[in-house]
Nanobody
Framework: QLQLVESGGGLVQPGWSLRLSCAAS????????IGWFRQVPGKEREGVSC????????NYADSVKGRFTISRDNARNTVYLQMNSLKPEDTAVYYC???????????????WGQGTQVTVSS
């Protein structure tokens, strides 16, 4: 069964950092481009960032450019999202998913995992 599992969320204060991890189960993550998405109640899920198979092509939402960094370790079958200078508006459930395209947009494909909650509050 193909599954992605997100972890690393938590409650932090504005300006703090978190690193999210996306681990693959049942398939080799290294073969696929992967994206991070987030959703708050009452709003549509939005793309945050995505990364190509090699890691050489990345895409970021304007709202996170300069603060978030996506990376991957194919040997560990894991994709990361380093989030710095967190803001209250970054509060959301964060999901990872396979994507069909990295550019011009992160287009998700496949099923969604449970997600990991990120809360930024003082």
């Amino acid at each position: 069964q193909l599954q992605l599992v997100e972890s690393g969320g938590g409650l932090v204060q504005p300006g703090w950092s978190l690193r999210l991890s996306c681990a693959a189960s049942g398939f080799t993550l290294a073969y696929y481009p992967i994206g991070w998405f987030r959703q708050v109640p009452g709003k549509e899920r939005e793309g945050v960032s995505c990364i190509s198979v090699s890691g050489g092509n990345t895409n970021y939402a304007d709202s996170v450019k300069g603060r978030f960094t996506i990376s991957r370790d194919n040997a560990r079958n894991t994709v990361y999202l380093q989030m710095n200078s967190l803001k209250p508006e970054d509060t959301a459930v964060y999901y990872c998913a396979r994507v069909k395209t990295v550019q011009p947009i992160c287009a998700p494909v496949g099923s969604w995992g449970q997600g990991t909650q990120v809360t930024v509050s003082s």
